[in-house]
């Protein structure tokens, strides 16, 4: 076995492979940009090697500053992650050449496979169904929207050496086509330093699941069953679930046995993922083999109990497979959300700066005290109580820097239940456990999804997003029920503060204030008269229909989490200070509560509103990032929905369009300008 390994990536999944490593024994080195330099997977590794300035194509994808790393530090082998070199077939030769083990396929299936347009040949060559497409490589814009037209619109633009939603977009149009292919061809060179793109019809109402495969190097192939990855946006995944809530055991099957024959065909080795399109019919078509980890692998460990990271390296070190197919069984439900650094009330714009708060909720077993997570050897006892289990995948840390370079995944919290519905609810509660404080992120959207009854119901498409949602995430109303009892528990909590206040030191003897029973509770635009009797145990709140409702907590002030339990149901606030009340977020609803004695509420509703600034003369600069292109001139008219400038950010390039009928005042920002938020790029007439 390996004594030393180098992890070619950074972040969550650096870190992950370092977990791993650990575990066999292995020393590990890590890579670093100069943003990266402070990272969580620098501190976790046994080494770290220094590798160049903050954008990937200077550091993390120049594959001789990779090699030096190596040399340097004499790994035997290199496990890439996922992304960045991940699917070089240059990279996998330069470590061939060098003598040193790639942990992952060899060079001949990545170039076979992870080239999205020869896969495709190969798959049909194959008898593999795969989608209707152009598969040729396209020269320029021009040609793009003819073999758009051709295959007939909406299309799928995509780049060939792309992944995680980068260098894809979807035309319904012949404009959008050149707009796409420009765009993705842009996106493609820079994230993966190749610029080749091509086209495919695009199945509306699909569904987007995946077959986990694993090969060892002895001609033994299996398949881990599948991930449902259909809750997507802008073609990058959001949440992930294994196994799918839509697949019969025959299509299961099915699938399973094209994905390991597809892997056969090319001598693949190593995991790898093979994706699908499933229709409404169950009818599947092959889009890609992915030849390395997936992002979504941890849903995968979690139901059939694999560590997909250790058989990845006994593999590269020439260990058989320990199982076969018939050994891989289901158990139990598994879900993955992503928490990434983008304001989901901003259209999920990416957000960078500091943490100044990172608490996600305790790993393991819920409700079992002593002792961690182990894939591979989980307590028999608590496997039989079924028990669900947290898992959270990450990079950052408490005090660390979200960067405008990279990717803006923050971590990947996952549970496990013994199905589907026990598995929403763990995460559910997880994320309302789940800290983050200093950037915009999503965990108010992901709360959201959880608590959907489509998404509960599990008919779910790849236009879940856009269909649920189509003026973007407003926030969530709570439904009256759950907002009486939150608004309860503000009122006996906000009780609590005003009681300690009373008693700061200073006042006179004798002069103290009284705190009454009686409060009116704001909260989603209503007024809720309440009385608040507390005893030793608890509170009883009663509202003015005479409803009651039992308040037990043992939250104090200026905590930020608040556990309470309201008519025996157990439930976890995220607490903020505001005017006469708190901020609460739960279950994806972000609230201002106010709890004011009668008078209060009754001066406060004759308080004029603040209204906010007028900012529709100015295009705004809608996240931190680089201005790539501006489209017009000072002095020139634009039409509703015409494109005025492209800005980068965390390697997507987003197109900002005019909102309305405008003429241009005045260009404020320059290409290869790096703007804040709200900075000013245009102001018109």
Known sequence: ??????????????????????????????????????????????????????????????????????????????????????????????????????????????????????????????????????????????EAVRIAGEVGFPVMIKASAGGGGKGMRIAWNAEEAREGFESSKNEAANSFGDDRIFIEKFVTQPRHIEIQVLADKHGNCVYLHERECSIQRRNQKVIEEAPSPFLDPETRKAMGEQAVALAKAVGYTSAGTVEFIVDAERNFYFLEMNTRLQVEHPVTELITGIDLVEQMIRVADGEPLPFAQEDLKINGWAIESRLYAEDPYRNFLPSIGRLTRYRPPKEGRIGVEEGGLNLQFLDDYLAEQKLPIIRNDTGVYEGGEISMYYD??????????????????????????????????????????????????????????????????????????????????AAAMFRVTEIRRSRISGRMDNHERKVGDSWVVSLQGEDLNVDVEADRDGATVTFEDGAEHRVISDWRPGQTLAHVTIDEEPLTLKMGYATSGFRIRFQGADMIVHVRSPRQAELARLMPEKLPPDTSKFLLCPMPGLIVRIFVEEGQEVQEGQALAVVEAMKMENILRAEKKAVVKHIAAEPGASLAVDDIIMEFE
């Open 1 to 142: 076995m390996f004594k030393k390994i180098l992890i070619a990536n950074r972040g969550e999944i650096a870190c992950r492979v370092i977990k791993t490593a650990r575990k066999m024994g292995i020393k590990t080195v890590a890579v670093y940009s100069d943003a990266d330099r402070n990272a969580l997977h620098v501190k976790m590794a046994d080494e770290a090697v220094h590798i160049g300035p903050p954008p990937a194509n200077q550091s993390y994808i120049v594959i001789d500053k990779i090699m030096d790393a190596i040399r340097q530090t004499g790994a035997e082998a290199v496990h890439p992650g996922y992304g960045f070199l991940s699917e070089n077939r240059k990279f996998a030769e330069a470590l061939e050449k060098e003598g040193v083990v790639f942990i992952g396929p060899p060079s001949s299936a990545i170039e076979a496979m992870g080239d999205k347009i020869t896969s495709k040949k190969l798959a049909q060559e194959a008898g593999v169904s795969t989608v209707p497409g152009y598969m040729g490589l396209i020269a320029d814009a021009d």
């Open 408 to 489: 803006p995944m923050i971590a990947k919290l996952c549970t496990w239940a013994p199905d589907r519905e026990a598995a929403i609810n763990a995460m559910e509660k997880a994320l309302d456990a789940f800290e983050v404080e200093g950037i915009g992120h999503n965990l108010p959207f992901l709360s959201a999804v959880m608590a959907h009854p489509r998404f509960r119901s599990g008919n779910i498409t790849t236009a879940f997003i856009a269909e649920e949602y189509p003026e973007g995430f407003q926030g969530v109303t709570l439904p009256e029920p759950l907002a009486r009892k939150v608004a309860a528990a």
